[in-house]
């Protein structure tokens, strides 16, 4: 399975910026992709969670600003980022699990599958 996150720049706050994750290899029937977030010296970050049983969750930092979406395939996952500010400032990853997740979907442990990461730079 290979991850590849495309999208990051850099851009003002209050601008928006739109993240692809084109996934390959991925055969898993019952699954979710997610994305990370990661700045030097801290954890990474859950941002959100697509699972294709239908459920779509957000962290609360990026709630009604973010929106994350997959193709009809499932081979592609976006999230489109909105009313950025500079604590948005981070390397955004892409993450996919090998089956459905019932329960842990905030924690890194519980994705296998990982892109190289995207940076997002906000600035003031």
């Known amino acids: 399975v290979q991850l590849v996150e495309s999208g990051g720049g850099s851009v003002q706050s209050g601008g928006s910026l739109s993240l692809t994750c084109a996934a390959s290899?991925?055969?898993?029937?019952?699954?979710?992709m997610a994305w990370f977030r990661q700045v030097p010296g801290k954890e990474r970050e859950w941002v959100a969670v697509?699972?294709?049983?239908?459920?779509?969750r957000y962290s609360d930092s990026v709630k009604d600003r973010f929106t994350t979406s997959q193709d009809n395939a499932g081979n592609t996952l976006y999230l489109q980022m909105s009313s950025l500010n500079t604590e948005d400032t981070a390397t955004y990853y892409c993450?996919?699990?090998?089956?459905?997740?019932?329960?842990?979907?905030?924690?890194?442990?519980?994705?296998?599958?990982w892109g190289q990461g995207t940076r997002v730079t906000v600035s003031a």
């Open positions: 290899g991925y055969t898993a029937s019952s699954r979710c």
């Open positions: 993450a996919a699990s090998r089956s459905l997740l019932l329960e842990g979907i905030t924690s890194p442990t519980a994705y296998l599958y």
């Open positions: 697509l699972c294709n049983d239908g459920r779509t």
